[in-house]
């Protein structure tokens, strides 16, 4: 997929494009699914971050043994909502890839849909910068943390 020029109107039915034709066919394995999409700040919010919400719906094809989600399964899907998270940042889809991200595992998720809130905390000209917060959708509490560094090219 070619760089978009970067516009106002580029929303969460263009950011589900994206992820149906620009991610490898085992990310599309994972059925994930975009629930929100903040691309446009609201007037009242100072300390407001661009971003995105994604679901990851439970599998057991994801679990490992003893029924928990694994954490390849669940690195993958951080790493897949900042790219989405920096389409929002950058209104439109950029090449980009990812140069570093660290896990916190907080604690295990089983029997679970996954929550990915992903948010730029600061978009340069050539890197971004994020984090995301894995939360099971069961009880909303965190499962992980995760920062990560993207070099866009």
Not at 39 to 44: C, H, I, L, V
Not at 118 to 142: H, I, Q, Y
Request: aromatic share 8%; glycine share 6%.
């Amino acid at each position: 997929m070619q760089q978009q020029p970067q516009t106002a109107e580029f929303g969460i039915t263009e950011a589900r494009r994206v992820l149906g034709e620009v991610f490898a066919p085992w990310v599309m394995d994972l059925n994930l699914s975009i629930e929100r999409f903040d691309a446009t700040p609201p007037a009242d919010a100072a300390d407001w971050q661009p971003g995105a919400v994604l679901r990851l719906p439970f599998s057991e094809r994801l679990c490992r043994n003893g029924g928990t989600v694994s954490g390849q399964a669940l690195m993958a899907f951080a790493d897949t909502a900042m790219v989405i998270a920096n389409l929002a940042a950058n209104r439109g889809y950029r090449p980009m890839t990812t140069v570093d991200q660290t896990t916190h595992f907080m604690r295990a998720v089983a029997g679970s849909d996954v929550l990915a809130d992903a948010r730029v905390v600061r978009l340069g000209r050539t890197m971004s910068f994020g984090r995301v917060t894995l939360s099971s959708a069961a009880d909303n509490k965190p499962v992980a943390m995760v920062s990560s560094a993207f070099a866009m090219l």
